[in-house]
């Protein structure tokens, strides 16, 4: 933002350099200043756009890891009728997914952008504990399919999870909304600015208000990672044995 605004101001101030004595600022063609609005009205409308996609991308992304993690609480929870050695090691083997996805695979997501195989295994060795057990009695029975549910939950989430790291934010609307930026603050010179302190002000500002916002899609861009990322703390808070 500050280098957007030095730059602004620089260029403002050697082009009045520049200028001859008979320069006129309010000779300002009324065509240019039409063009002006209409830019920045429609440069507007696509900042907002973008601003509310990578918004609604970063909130989807959040419920995709609270969704997974309240499907392996739940899991935890309802094996508490089974018997105790089936119980121990499915609470075992979902202890050790959560806590390779809280540590080694958010790191992954963060740095590569992607999933770990190890997750992915270690969510199968869940399935297959679940699926794997013959329940002995009619109660076992009933909680059975409800836990099925919960373990393609999770998986469900997980896959979810796995689309939502990559970007939103194409590469063609990056580069329409740095060009369209490029054009709106040039559209500042055509304007033929003086170089008072009000008029200097308000160009800083407006390009920083710019800057800001392709920064603010930039950062939201990449729901796990950069400045205000998703983060692990559903896993951390459902299963708070885990943190210690």
């Known amino acids: 933002m500050a280098a957007v605004c030095a730059v602004v101001v620089l260029v403002t101030t050697l082009r009045h350099r520049r200028v001859g004595e008979d320069d006129d600022p309010s000779e300002t063609p009324d065509v ?11 440069y507007a409308i ?19 890891v609270r969704a997974e993690a309240q499907a392996l609480h739940e899991v935890s929870e309802r094996v ?4 105790a050695d089936v119980r121990d090691r499915i609470r075992a083997d979902v202890d050790a997914y959560v806590g390779h996805v809280a540590t080694t695979e958010w790191q992954s997501m963060a740095d590569r952008g ?15 504990a679940v699926t794997d057990y013959e329940p002995a009695d009619e109660f076992e029975a009933q909680a059975y399919q409800p836990l099925m549910d ?20 194409p590469a063609v609307v990056w580069f329409g909304l740095i060009t369209g930026g490029l054009v709106t603050l040039g559209m500042i010179f055509a304007l033929q600015i003086r170089r008072t302190a009000r008029e200097m002000i308000l160009a800083g500002l407006f390009s920083a208000l710019i800057a800001f916002l392709l920064f603010l899609i930039w950062d ?25």
């Open 150 to 169: 919960q373990v393609m939950a999770a998986d469900q989430a997980r896959g979810a999870r796995a689309d939502s790291t990559e970007a939103t934010m």
């Open 220 to 244: 939201f861009d990449a729901p796990y990672s950069r400045g205000v990322a998703t983060t692990a703390e559903p896993f951390l808070e459902l299963f708070p044995h885990l943190d210690r």
């Open 32 to 42: 240019i200043e039409y063009m002006t609005m209409m830019i920045g009205v429609v």
């Open 80 to 83: 508490r009728i089974y018997p």
């Open 114 to 128: 992607e999933l770990t195989d190890e997750g992915a295994r270690l969510l199968d060795r869940v399935r297959h």
């Open 46 to 64: 696509v900042l907002g756009l973008a601003i509310a996609g990578v918004w609604e991308a970063r909130n989807a992304a959040e419920d995709h």
